[in-house]
């Protein structure tokens, strides 16, 4: 097989089980969801470590190195804020302490 | 690359893919952004095993920054402020696979008659969107971040100055294939940055976290578009599943809001929003004080509260489920109606709500509830205004119109809490404000919340 029609067969697969895999979400999950896929797209971080670790270029140096320091902030900030979120949506299961106080 | 590394690659892309299944239920989800998480963690530090990598200790170095500026802002971050910090995530991975993009071609250039023609039109397409990407969650971070205004901005001829720059960047794209050179590939980033301005700026303040969701999809198709150029599959997967189910859920949040894709992004070039006057309106409403209100509440059988954004503005949860406990030790029936976009984006107001350990049977969704409104005695809004306005129903032509609402009109009595007869994020008149049903409680939410609950405990 041609090598570039595997690379859009991973592509096309890729597509169908995203969207598979979402498909059921609840409105109440919206906001996470959101959060946690932005997150998993922080993985550029890879990408840019890869063209830095290989340039021998000073300018693209540069440039690689900034982006390695905006895709953390997106893949560390974007998994640690949206497991803060997730934390409250567990802490509910408990029942809830107050109810009957006062009146 | 070694077979190992390839393996441990595939078994990255397959967490990244059960940990969307697991963000997409509540039980399952924490669970699942953890492995994502890990996953994304393994593949990162993968190069530095099997590669001989130049740079390391300031590569390391800036890993460490962008982490610590991540977990410093996720830390930070107002449970409120949710939506413009997930837009600012957004914005800066796709100015990162922007940046990426534009070393490769560097690299690329010296040799580009050995590149394939594929491979160069991905990298412009990762250009182009990444910067698209960046300069249009800026621009949303600010509107919501109210930097600037967030009512539609148009300027007469931005249509004309829209449709050239994107005919201007796919020129430009094409010549990054034919002519590769950096000076042309930062000239689209350029563009692109444009591009992403002109995209935003018309759109509206309460349709901004359907762009939030669309620019989301569109990094994620940068990330993948950039995985092909680097032969990475971990990159290829990841960005590829994020478009696709980012693009998906844009479509579920445009039909919960009754809108169209097309309408939200170019709904205001029609002129379509102009109805909102974003002034404070002079017309004779009805308003009484703690007190009366804590009777209306005290005696109803039925109570319904319609949260929205203003409530958690406030950082009053806490105080209107005391209230809510009080009322139900007293055997009214009180249930919370969720609008689902309710606060700034779809789902935002169940982690508001949440954060104040609302109990979630007490949680109710639009269309399981919005039949109990004609039984209800009384609906009691805190800080929610578009969601319960019929102009939705009745005002063709209002931004909000089509979007489907909490029917609160229905109810025999209805309390706003607001402080001040400003109009809702949507920009427009509350026709409900001047209904005679209606009972208008001012002052901040908190306070009156307070004033409230005592009233009511000491009935």
């Known amino acids: 097989m041609d090598e570039a029609v595997v690379w859009l067969t991973i592509f096309i697969l890729s597509v169908f089980v995203g969207i598979e895999v979402i498909s059921k979400v609840s409105s109440t999950l919206h906001t996470p969801l959101m959060s946690g896929a932005n997150a998993i797209h922080g993985i550029i971080l890879l990408g840019a470590v890869l063209v830095t670790g290989s340039t021998d270029n000073d300018v693209a140096l540069v440039v690689g190195l900034v982006a390695i320091v905006l895709a953390a902030v997106n893949m560390v900030g974007g998994f640690v804020v949206t497991d803060r979120m997730l934390q409250m949506f567990v802490r509910k299961k408990k029942p809830a302490p107050t109810s009957g106080e006062g009146a | ?459």
């Open chain 2, 1 to 459: 690359m070694p077979t190992w590394v390839q393996l441990v690659n595939l078994l990255c892309a397959i967490c990244f893919v059960l940990a969307l299944k697991g963000l997409s239920g509540p039980r399952t989800a924490r669970a699942g952004n953890l492995l994502g998480a890990a996953a994304a963690v393994v593949a990162v530090v993968l190069p530095f095993i099997y590669l001989d990598l130049e740079h390391v200790p300031l590569i390391v170095a800036a890993i460490a920054v962008g982490s610590v500026g991540g977990v410093i802002g996720a830390q930070k971050v107002q449970m409120t402020q949710m939506p413009q910090m997930v837009a600012l995530f957004n914005g800066v991975g796709g100015g990162a696979a922007a940046l990426v993009a534009l070393v490769e071609l560097h690299e690329m250039v010296p040799h580009a008659d050995a590149v394939n023609w594929f491979v160069l039109a991905a990298t412009a397409f990762t250009i182009a969107v990444g910067a698209v990407s960046f300069a249009g969650s800026i621009v949303t971070f600010a509107k919501l971040q109210e930097l600037m205004t967030s009512r539609p901005v148009i300027f007469p001829g931005l249509p004309i100055v829209f449709g050239a720059s994107g005919i201007a960047a796919i020129v430009l794209g094409v010549l990054t294939v034919t002519q590769p050179a950096v000076w042309i590939g930062i000239a689209l980033a350029l563009l692109g940055l444009l591009v992403g301005v002109l995209l935003v700026l018309p759109v509206g303040g309460a349709d901004v976290p359907i762009v939030i969701s669309l620019l989301n999809a569109f990094t994620g198709l940068t990330v993948a578009a950039g995985g092909y150029v680097l032969s990475n599959v971990v990159l290829l997967v990841a960005g590829t599943l994020v478009g696709a189910s980012g693009t998906y859920l844009t479509l579920l949040m445009a039909k919960a809001m009754g809108r169209s894709v097309a309408n939200i992004l170019f709904g205001a070039l029609k002129g379509g929003s102009t109805l909102g006057a974003g002034e404070a309106s002079d017309r004779p409403v009805r308003s009484a004080g703690p007190e009366d209100v804590a009777i209306l509440l005290g005696y109803a059988e039925r109570v319904i509260i319609v949260p929205g954004y203003g409530l958690a503005v406030a950082q009053a949860q806490h105080t209107l489920r005391e209230l809510v406990d009080v009322l139900s030790a007293r055997g009214t029936q009180v249930d919370y109606a969720i609008h689902p976009v309710a606060g700034r984006m779809p789902g935002h107001m169940n982690v508001l709500l949440a954060e104040a350990q609302v109990p979630y049977e007490q949680l109710v969704e639009m269309d399981d509830i919005n039949g109990d409104f004609k039984h209800t005695d009384v609906v009691l809004v805190v800080g929610a205004n578009d969601v319960v306005n019929p102009a939705a129903k009745t005002t063709p032509g209002a931004p909000i119109y089509g979007m489907p609402i909490l029917d609160a009109d229905e109810a025999k009595q209805i309390v706003f809490m607001k402080r001040s007869m400003r109009p809702g994020f949507a920009g427009i008149e509350n026709e409900l404000l001047f209904d005679p049903k209606t009972t208008l409680l001012f002052g901040d939410a908190k306070d009156s919340l307070g004033k409230l609950l005592n009233a009511v405990k000491a009935l």
